[in-house]
């Protein structure tokens, strides 16, 4: 949480504190920062450190990176939408191990680029937010929840999806 407020900070980026959450549209009253402690309540509901719910979490980290995109480093954006290109479309079973190895081929594709993954418009960046998040009442709920959460994300970038997919299959051939 500090991170993103420093970020926003030496970025320029105002953060609202009040009313929905400015990036994602979710139904709040404490705006961004209320938006990101609600994300807390996936950890009550499931044992993160459980292999069972690793792709929960890498999932539910790439949705919420994605719908609050402008709040962190642009190439974080390429990390987070390829991922999820390749947990959804390519069903690779992610892994902690796998995360640094996509890092190496964005550093590699990034060489001499300056492109920006723009995310799509504020608020409609999928209907899912973290205000349906946090009426998760099991584990088999969220898990569910989560998936569907990544996925209409994934869909909202549809004008990145090309491109993604090219550095996703620079990682299959790398690593596979
Ligand atoms: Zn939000």
Redo the contacts with the bound molecule.
């Keep these: 949480m500090q991170d993103l407020l420093d970020y926003a900070l030496k970025n320029g980026i105002i953060l609202q504190e009040k009313g929905n959450?400015?990036?994602?549209?979710?139904e709040?009253t404490g705006g961004?920062i209320e938006?990101?402690n609600q994300v807390h309540h996936l950890a009550d509901m499931v044992d993160f450190n459980n292999p069972a719910y690793y792709v929960t979490r890498f999932l539910s980290v790439d949705a919420?990176a994605l719908?609050?995109g402008e709040l962190h480093g642009p190439w974080n954006n390429h990390i987070h939408l390829t991922r999820l290109h390749l947990i959804l479309k390519k069903k690779v079973t992610w892994t902690y191990a796998k995360t640094p190895l996509l890092s190496n081929i964005i550093n590699q594709y990034k060489k001499n680029k300056t492109e920006v993954l723009t995310p799509p418009p504020l608020t409609q960046r999928g209907n899912l937010?973290?205000s349906d998040l946090i009426k998760i009442t099991s584990p088999a709920e969220c898990v569910a929840f989560v998936r569907q959460w990544a996925q209409e994300v994934y869909t909202s970038f549809n004008q990145h999806q090309a491109l993604v997919a090219t550095i996703a299959d620079e990682f299959l051939v790398t690593y596979y």
């Design positions: 959450c400015q990036f994602c549209g979710a709040v961004v938006c990101h919420m719908q609050h937010t973290t």
